[in-house]
């Protein structure tokens, strides 16, 4: 079997574009359509399928919405639907429940939402929840709505049901909310974009994905874990293998992106946007086509299509790709523009399409389209103002592809048209400024427990009674061993704890071992320092293992992890609050380490200095501390020759002045030569910072 998907079927059938895809049993699944209907897809055998039913009793909207919800109940889970059940949700309002076995009309109809149905899941009690672009989230029991969740502020896109009973929803409010017993207990709001999917990651918590391109993993109780970056536009669907070591997120860059762990190890490109996926149960992957197809991807080699297939469909996705890639144009009639955005004016009308190419005047391309389109004149500035505010970071790396949000509908409209204006979101892709800390977790913790195992040994076998001492025995070596197993087994996200005795035994070997001998107890520190329940735990004593270790004379391997460690110190609050009560003394002591030989320990130290500088970006009260943080990063940026880290270091430098006049003329001082140099690299990352840099500070 081969370890990556190749395409096994392109099913045409429905008529409009393919909203959403779930899987049954026996690698089939059902997918649902703006066409208003859903159809079961029956795997035959190879790379064959058949539409065995078409699910049709939704009425088409004015909005031709169709239906966007979709949920399957398996059989035996569900006490009123032992057989199992399709769930579909569509624009007319309504829920209707399908019997898996047949039938042409839905067993059940579900009346009570006010708005479009466009997510479902089920709770371990067999109860239905439906979320809806009425704002609000429903609770179902058989026929009766038994209750209703009000808190978002705009439509709710995704709904999840967590094995203890929570509920977590997320919105184009930009937030995520966590339910529990009918209230909500916890609001998230960590993203600057609309909110589109959910999923359950067993054991671990669950993903969100977003209008930002961002993916992210959450624990149970709503703490980030990681963002997982690589799309280039916004990401509508994610979800997790039957044995979760795999997550899978897809959009309206037409790719479907394959994450194991942190790592993105396939890109699977289509020829449209995509809105939904799932995977199936004998291992295949299923998507929804905004091109109204229905595509199949397998790793079995002997369901796979034909290779000269495959060649003409990666043609047809190239060349999606292609014009979605930066650079492109898109045409309003024979006329070519860098952003198209739909302008709806009356409900049920066309949209209008404005056109706009960057550098031109704003208000001069809203009057062309006011006259043009015979609107009011009092429209002018409204427009202008919304051109600048989804244009003016637009200048290097944008990705291309529609400036509409066609999930949401979410195109600009007048205010004093017959629909309500709706909120609209500038989508910048700059690199500066960074947004997310650098955490430098990745590490195999085989090797390095074995060689604090093999220190342990020699100090019990010393001659010298004080260094026995240091060794761990009997209960203390059992409680060490026990909190590494935790930390190698459960990975840094899981809500596992630690006992006092095993915190105990690992900050007694922290503070005794010599200096020379410590370095694998520091690498064990930074890799547990991001899980929730090890990390938090050493807060009262990060000063001195940052004093002990990271001293003048301090070994490099030393410095190396201490350095590590205070970045992944800047996951959790308790630890931040420390960083933060004691920065003057901590950027003073990574500013004596700044002209280091070792390219690793400039390299941790420019993770810490990005990290101080997103938490001070905006911050009015913290100039001279930026002051003495921008003085370190030049340090570190003009004895650095790495382009990785000087990568890091000029995109903290970015970070820490964007937002912070104040600083901008020592910058200047303290960087032009530079940065005319920096831009020039061969690193095209590194280049694109520099220039932004170069800009803000009109170099």
């Known amino acids: 079997m081969s370890s990556e998907y190749q395409l096994s079927a392109e099913l045409p059938g429905h008529s409009g574009e393919v909203r959403s895809v779930r899987g049954l049993t026996g690698g089939s699944f059902v997918s649902s359509s703006k066409d208003a209907t859903a159809r079961i897809w029956t795997h035959t055998g190879g790379n064959s399928y058949e539409c065995a039913r078409v699910l049709e009793a939704h009425q088409q909207t004015i909005e031709k919405g169709g239906v966007p919800g979709l949920h399957v109940i398996p059989a035996g889970r569900h006490p009123n639907l032992t057989a199992g059940a399709v769930i579909t949700g ?4 309504l829920v209707m429940v399908w019997d898996v076995e047949g039938g042409n009309s839905p067993s059940l109809t579900l009346i009570g939402h006010q708005g479009a149905v466009v997510c479902f899941d089920d709770t ?4 239905l929840i439906s979320g809806s672009t009425d704002n609000t989230i429903r609770i179902w029991r058989g026929t009766q709505c038994i209750k209703v969740l009000e808190g978002h502020k705009f439509p709710v896109w995704s709904v999840l049901a967590l094995p203890n009973g929570d509920i977590v929803s997320c919105s184009g409010d930009r937030t995520i909310k966590i339910w529990r017993a009918g209230s909500c207990i916890k609001t998230i709001a960590d993203s600057s974009e609309p909110i589109r999917g959910l999923a359950h990651v067993p054991g671990l918590g669950f993903l969100s994905c977003s209008n930002d391109a961002l993916v992210k993993l959450w624990t149970y109780d709503g703490e980030v874990q990681a963002a997982l970056v690589g799309h280039t536009n916004f990401v509508f669907a994610v979800a997790v293998s039957a044995d979760g070591t795999e997550f899978a997120s897809c959009g309206e860059d037409g790719t479907v992106r394959i994450w194991r762990g942190l790592d993105c190890i396939q890109v699977l490109q289509h020829p449209c946007g995509l809105w939904s996926l799932d995977f199936l149960d004998n291992g295949d992957l299923v998507t929804a086509g905004q091109d109204s197809l229905v595509r199949v991807w397998t790793r079995d080699a002997s369901r796979a299509l034909p290779i000269s ?11 999606y790709a292609s014009a979605a890639a930066p650079g492109g144009k898109q045409k309003i009639g024979n006329k070519e523009y860098d952003h ?13 399409k404005l056109g706009y190419n960057s550098g031109d005047n704003p208000y001069m391309a809203a009057q062309e389209f006011i006259t043009q389109n015979e609107l009011q004149q009092d429209f002018l500035d409204e427009i202008a103002k919304f051109i600048i505010a989804n244009t003016s970071r637009v200048e290097i790396g944008q990705p291309r592809g529609p400036e509409i949000d066609p999930f949401t509908q979410d195109r600009y409209r007048p205010q004093g048209s017959v629909l309500p204006a709706e909120h609209t979101q500038s989508r910048s892709t700059d690199i500066i400024p960074l947004k997310y800390p650098m955490f430098l977790d990745q590490g195999n913790f085989a090797p390095i427990v074995a060689k604090v195992l093999q220190l342990n040994q020699q100090f019990l076998e010393d001659p010298d009674p004080a260094r026995q001492s240091f060794a761990l025995v009997g209960t203390e070596m059992n409680a060490f061993e026990s909190a590494m197993r935790t930390l190698k087994e459960t990975s840094r996200y899981h809500s596992s704890a630690f006992s006092a005795q095993e915190i105990s035994a690992f900050k007694k070997a922290l503070s005794t071992w010599p200096s020379d001998q410590r370095f694998p107890l520091l690498d064990l520190l930074r890799l547990g320092t991001v899980h929730p329940e090890f990390g938090p735990k050493f807060a009262s004593e990060l000063m001195s293992i940052v004093n002990n270790n990271l001293a003048d004379d301090s070994p490099a391997p030393s410095q190396i992890m201490t350095g590590r460690f205070i970045a992944n110190c800047f996951k959790f609050d308790s630890l931040k609050a420390v960083l ?3 920065a003057e003394a901590l950027v003073e002591r990574l500013n004596s380490h700044a002209t280091s030989a070792n390219k690793n320990v400039r390299a941790a130290l420019s993770a810490c200095c990005l990290n101080f500088s997103i938490i001070l970006n905006g911050k009015t009260n913290s100039a001279e501390l930026g002051g003495r943080l921008l003085s370190t990063l030049s340090v570190l940026l003009a004895n650095e020759s790495d382009l990785e880290n000087r990568f890091i270091q000029v995109a903290a430098i970015g970070t820490l002045v964007i937002n912070d006049p104040r600083l901008h003329p020592q910058a200047k001082d303290l960087l032009h030569a530079k940065l005319s140099e920096t831009a020039k690299d061969e690193l095209p990352k590194l280049q694109q910072v520099s220039s932004e840099l170069l800009r803000l500070l009109s170099l």
């Open 309 to 319: 297939i495959r060649t003409e469909f990666g043609s047809r996705a190239a060349a």
């Open 580 to 582: 933060l009560q004691n």
């Open 340 to 352: 198209v955005f739909d302008v709806q004016l009356n409900e049920g009308a066309a949209p209008l």
């Open 90 to 93: 569509g624009y007319d309002r």
């Open 124 to 127: 371990p009690e067999g109860d």
